[in-house]
């Protein structure tokens, strides 16, 4: 803690926190108890001090436009990938005609699922864009 202040309230509270630890200690040796009172003090005193945020997940929260299409959609795209290379490690006779083509499948499918994507994510950023002006 670089403020003064904080760093003396967070060293009064801990020293209330843990007070009678001494005691503790001669009258029992047993570790995890010790640790146990050492660290609820610790936690307590950082707390009152530091207060606490809740953490959220941001991953959660930007995915609102992932569904059922769009998964099935990536599944056939990742078909088509590996087909794609499951072609070329089998292909040892020289003929490129079906790699060519299961290369087109894959870049088709590809092309299929970005629009798709793109699309999903412009729906629900007008229907958020909705909800905040209906709001006003």
Same mark, same amino acid.
């Given at each position: 803690?670089?403020?003064? *202040?904080?760093?003396?309230?967070?060293?009064?509270?801990?020293?209330?926190?843990?007070?009678?630890?001494?005691?503790?200690?001669?009258?029992?040796?047993?570790?995890?108890?010790?640790?146990?009172?050492?660290?609820?003090?610790?936690?307590?005193?950082?707390?009152?001090?530091? *207060?606490?945020?809740?953490?959220?997940?941001?991953?959660?929260?930007?995915?609102?436009?992932?569904?059922?299409?769009?998964?099935?959609?990536?599944?056939?795209?990742?078909?088509?990938?590996?087909?794609?290379?499951?072609?070329?490690?089998?292909?040892?006779? *020289?003929?490129?005609?079906?790699?060519?083509?299961?290369?087109?499948?894959?870049?088709?499918?590809?092309?299929?699922?970005?629009?798709?994507?793109?699309?999903?994510?412009?729906?629900?950023?007008?229907?958020?864009?909705?909800?905040?002006?209906?709001?006003?």
């Amino acid at each position: 803690m670089q403020d003064e *202040g904080e760093r003396n309230k967070f060293k009064c509270g801990l020293k209330e926190n843990i007070s009678g630890l001494d005691e503790l200690c001669m009258k029992e040796l047993d570790l995890e108890n010790v640790w146990q009172n050492v660290k609820k003090g610790l936690v307590h005193a950082a707390t009152e001090v530091c *207060g606490v945020s809740k953490r959220k997940n941001e991953r959660k929260n930007n995915t609102l436009w992932w569904d059922d299409e769009i998964r099935m959609e990536v599944e056939a795209k990742k078909r088509a990938w590996l087909n794609l290379l499951a072609t070329k490690a089998g292909n040892s006779s *020289g003929t490129n005609d079906d790699i060519e083509r299961k290369k087109a499948v894959f870049r088709h499918l590809n092309k299929r699922v970005k629009e798709v994507v793109e699309r999903k994510k412009q729906e629900r950023t007008d229907k958020n864009d909705r909800r905040i002006s209906d709001n006003l």
